[in-house]
């Protein structure tokens, strides 16, 4: 069992910046990457990025260049800084941890919301 807390989201301006953590905690050492998801009101869940245990990323064409995600192993925890926040990016923004236990299971965050708005 892996248990994640989010933090960070809040009412930010557009062009301004936020920075999500996820920690996770319980049966960290099967890890094998970590990850962020958004909902926007009336969309579908969707993927922003990836990170693997190694530091390999992936980040969605629509938020590449303003976005990045990053880790630190020691602490379990995974970052996704957001710069130049626009009113598209409002959405509750969902930790997602992939580990391996024999196979692959998948645990989320309870999610926090980011409000871009003037």
């Known amino acids: 069992q892996v248990q994640l807390v989010e933090s960070g989201g809040g009412l930010v301006q557009p062009g301004g910046s936020l920075r999500l953590s996820c920690a996770a905690s319980?049966?960290?050492?099967?890890?094998?990457?970590m990850g962020w998801y958004r909902q926007a009101p009336g969309k579908e869940r969707e993927l922003v990025a990836t990170?693997?245990?190694?530091?390999?990323?992936n980040i969605v064409d629509s938020v590449k260049g303003r976005f990045t995600i990053s880790r630190d192993n020691a602490k379990n925890t995974v970052y996704l800084q957001m710069n130049s926040l626009k009113p598209e990016d409002t959405a509750v923004y969902y930790c997602?941890?992939?580990?391996?236990?024999?196979?692959?299971?998948?645990?989320w965050g309870q999610g926090t919301q980011v409000t871009v708005s003037s």
């Open positions: 997602n941890v992939r580990w391996y236990g024999g196979s692959f299971l998948d645990f």
């Open positions: 319980g049966r960290v050492f099967s890890i094998n990457a």
């Open positions: 990170i693997t245990r190694g530091g390999s990323t």
